[in-house]
């Protein structure tokens, strides 16, 4: 065992370093048996909600076992910020990545070698390089716990060639128990992950894919900016948040425009350079109530426990994509929120991207299957949390309470009539053009580009008058959905009947849609007054009683105080979710601090009666 954690020779020692080290009274769901499964010898694969405690399940490990814990993670910040957070709580803990200088690396290797480390996070290209090999030849190696497991699938959702090659740590070291941990994957890619790290005989771990704590919400895209600001001011306007976008250029125009409007709004994509995107995430980690505006580039390894909100701009590659990303909000278990804007361009860009791809047919065929799960989420009139889980192979037994499905029902209304109307036009207009076109078609709107290609004078035109335009926008985004239409790969978007559409339009099979409910406009949404926050622990101050909120405020602004000192991000000093604890029990001496959790004993030690001195001010 490392010298880092002594124990009483009565007490389970994996229990006893996650109260004194990281203060925390119990294990959560099958954290205890992960870990007494990895400290006995054996391999595992583990996937565990964001949020839901992977690194312990390697971390404890580490401790309890003698030799040194490595850890492969495939981003510089991640690796950075989750040794900071051991350091702070009081663990040997190091890393070795492109960012250190050469006497900074050899400092780090001599430590390896001598057994002074706890536990070592190294990037895959390294790992498999001879000198880093040679490293772990000379040194007592604990475990390996390869980290965001998915990347070495070709079917996972951020696929890292690199990863491929670490099948070679059970082949030079058979006896060092291995454990792959991941947040998102379905049956296909965990058996990716078992047959490429060679883990196939490894005890899997599959926790429950639910993260209560995260209300879902989907909203039709009619004016999708103005539908941001307007979620994020009515329900976090002071909090954190990540805006996901699937463009450079949509990323910089909605930082700037947010910007504009007054939030602490920054940019984060490949296209800018390494010291903007290092100085942007940094940023972000250090200071409170910061957006960060984003393409896929951001966000594994990023650690922030109190983001309450991700939103999407344009919808994700996949559920799988979809859940990882907006499990970045909630970590520390308080109310968050995952808003995406969905629209009928979104479902016409994502099938024109997949159908025009060179992407072999048989992953083509399984991208399909991913992005009509997908869209089936966004469409549905059920609990979106059950649809979710669903698709992770886990079934929920009631509604959730927590999506907008939920708190607002969705009904549904036949809409035979007017599908066979969507479908006749674009049967009639030859089945290459667009929604936008096809609308205007049906509500005899007498375009240029109409009159050009006579289908004023189709028996279609005019024919869908008595709807207003989000209907039938509405309309053909489901009828794309449902496979009813098809977009055209080589004709810029034109629509195409699907395979069972002739069904539908002759009358032989009777269609249900979902109705949208009332996306308000800037104009109508000033008039109405806004809407009121949806749930207390949503915006800023989680607390109704004055003098509560008051404290919460104190204690935010004592552990900002104190994290500037230091130069660290102010949730390595506490959680928020320690703070609330605090906020609630109102300790009065070291003791009772020690029991609040989240504290451990070098917390305990360097900033206990920091927070005693604010708590007893507030009273």
């Known amino acids: ?28 769901g099958r954290q205890a048996e992960i870990i007494r499964h990895i400290i006995d010898g054996g391999d595992a694969l583990v996937l565990m909600p964001t949020g839901g405690g992977k690194s312990l399940c390697y971390q404890i490990p580490a401790l309890v076992r003698p030799g040194v814990g490595v850890v492969v993670s495939p981003l510089i910040a991640l690796m950075r910020d989750q040794v900071m957070a051991l350091r702070q709580a009081g663990v040997r803990a190091a890393y070795l990545n492109s960012s250190m200088s050469w006497s900074e690396a050899v400092e780090v290797e001599r430590a390896v070698a001598e057994g002074r480390l706890d536990l070592l996070y190294v990037a895959p290209e390294r790992l498999v390089t001879p000198r880093f090999m040679d490293l772990l030849a000379r040194a007592p190696l604990a475990l390996f716990a390869l980290d965001e497991a998915h990347c070495v699938s070709q079917w996972g959702h951020d696929f890292r060639p690199e990863y491929l090659q ?8 058979p006896d060092v128990p291995r454990i792959a941990l991941t947040a998102t994957a379905d049956a296909q890619t965990r058996a990716d992950i078992a ?14 894919f639910d993260r209560p704590n995260i209300r879902y919400r989907v909203v039709p895209k009619k004016e999708p900016r103005h539908q941001l600001i307007g979620f994020i001011r009515d329900n976090h306007a002071e909090d954190a948040g990540i805006v996901y976008c ?63 909100f991700v939103a999407h701009l344009d919808v994700p590659r996949s559920l799988e994509a979809y859940y990882q990303e907006t499990g970045r909000a909630g970590r520390d278990g308080l109310p968050a929120t995952a808003w995406m804007a969905y629209g009928i361009a979104d479902v016409v860009a994502m099938r024109s991207m997949l159908e025009g791809s060179e992407t072999p047919d048989a992953q083509k065929r399984i991208e399909r299957t991913k992005l009509d799960a997908l869209i089936g989420y966004c469409e549905t009139a059920m609990c979106r949390r059950a649809v979710l889980l669903s698709y992770f192979g886990e079934q929920q037994a009631e509604p959730c309470g927590n ?51 006579g289908h004023d004078q189709i028996k279609t035109f005019g024919l869908g008058a008595d709807l207003p335009k989000a209907s039938w926008q509405s309309i053909y985004r489901q009828l794309v959905a449902h496979g009813l239409l098809q977009v055209d790969p080589e ?42 926050a949806e749930a207390a622990g949503s915006g800023g101050d989680p607390w109704p009683d004055p003098q509560d909120a008051a404290l919460w405020r104190d204690l935010k602004a004592c552990r900002l105080e104190l994290a500037r000192a230091e130069g660290i991000p102010p949730y390595m000093i506490f959680h928020d979710s320690t703070l609330v604890e605090m906020v609630q029990r109102r300790p009065r001496d070291l003791n009772a601090m020690a029991n609040v959790p989240g504290v451990g004993s070098r917390k ?16």
């Open 604 to 619: 305990l030690e360097r900033y206990g009666e920091d927070f005693l001195e604010v708590i007893r001010h507030g009273d």
């Open 1 to 28: 065992m490392s010298g880092t954690v002594p124990r009483g020779d009565n007490e389970d020692p994996a229990l006893e370093i996650l109260r004194r080290v990281f203060g925390y009274p119990s294990f959560r």
């Open 403 to 453: 999506c907008d499905t939920c708190l607002e029902p969705v009904s549904t209304w036949d809409a035979t009539v007017p599908v066979q109307k969507a479908l006749a036009a674009v049967y009639r207009t030859g089945q290459r053009f667009g929604v936008g076109h096809l609308i205007d078609v049906l509500r005899g709107v007498a375009t240029e580009k109409i009159l050009k290609f």
């Open 491 to 532: 004709g810029f978007g034109g629509m195409r009947l699907g395979d069972n559409a002739m069904e539908v339009l002759k009358g032989g099979r009777p269609i249900q849609l979902r109705r949208d409910p009332e996306v308000l406009t800037r104009r109508a949404r000033a008039a109405a007054g806004g809407r009121k």
């Open 246 to 308: 699937l463009s450079r250029a949509k990323v910089d125009d909605t930082a700037a425009w947010l910007r504009n409007e007054g939030f602490d709004a920054l940019p984060y994509h490949a296209g800018l350079d390494s010291s903007t995107r290092e100085s942007n995430q940094d940023h972000f980690i250090r200071h409170e109530g910061v957006i960060m505006v984003a393409t896929v580039a951001f966000g594994m390894g990023i650690d922030k426990p109190n983001v309450r």
């Open 195 to 208: 047959a490429r790290l060679d883990l196939v005989r490894a005890e899997q771990f599959i926790a429950s």
């Open 166 to 173: 670490l099948s070679i740590l059970h082949q030079t070291f």
